[in-house]
């Protein structure tokens, strides 16, 4: 079956982490802190669209120090 192009791939939390690199507990976090937002589910796990974690995640990143 071939996705349509109009249609976001959905994943769940843990796949969102791995793409991410970064630990279920992360995205998880995310959702807490209203970084990520579930878009919806498959029994009783959340799942995301690629594009919002990859947001998600560069809006969380830490900024390296200036000297």
Known sequence: ???SPHLPALIPGPLAAEEAGVAPATI???VQLGHLRAVGKAGRAQLFRLEDVFAAE???RRR????
């Open 1 to 3: 079956m071939l996705s």
């Open 64 to 67: 390296p120090r200036t000297a």
């Open 58 to 60: 560069r809006a969380t």
């Open 28 to 30: 998880r976090k995310w």
